[in-house]
């Protein structure tokens, strides 16, 4: 890590790492819910949720770029071995059990959940501490809030459907 760099961040760095390593499994976690899901799906509007998990896969991805990049910047090392993963994340990885969209969409649900208080307190405890952790985590979080919303809007639509073709409607 660069002296100045260092300096900067007012923190304790080696907890900061700590933290950042757990955040950085649970997004290559949340990489393979989204890639997995996209693969098993089936049901009312299977393409286009497929393809929203694709894209939302991509993203969990650039997030743990990210997140590598700067335990790096802060002097750590990324979790070395996949074993790692679940067990250092506390967003842990939900095994899907049912393959329908509705399932696999709360699946997703739960884990974004999770990732938006994960961020939400990183960006707390960064707050004028770390501006380039908490930049980082700031953009996170808003990705995480967008992923929420398209899922519960996927699972509303599918409720009013659903809700149509009972009562033979037009959709
Ligand atoms: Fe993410
Ligand atoms: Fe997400």
Redesign the pocket.
Known sequence: MGEMAKKIVKLDVENLITTLNEAFAEEWL?YYQ?WLAAKIAYGLERLKIEEEFNE?AK??LR?ADWVAERIIQLGGTPLLSPNLWNEKARCKYITPEKFDVVSLLHD?LE??RC?ITRYEEICAQTDGLDYETFRMSERILQ??I???QELEDFLADIEDSAKCLKQYCRI
Do not use: T
């Open positions: 949340a989204y939302h993203e969990e997030h997703n884990a974004e990732a990705e995480e967008e992923h929420e």
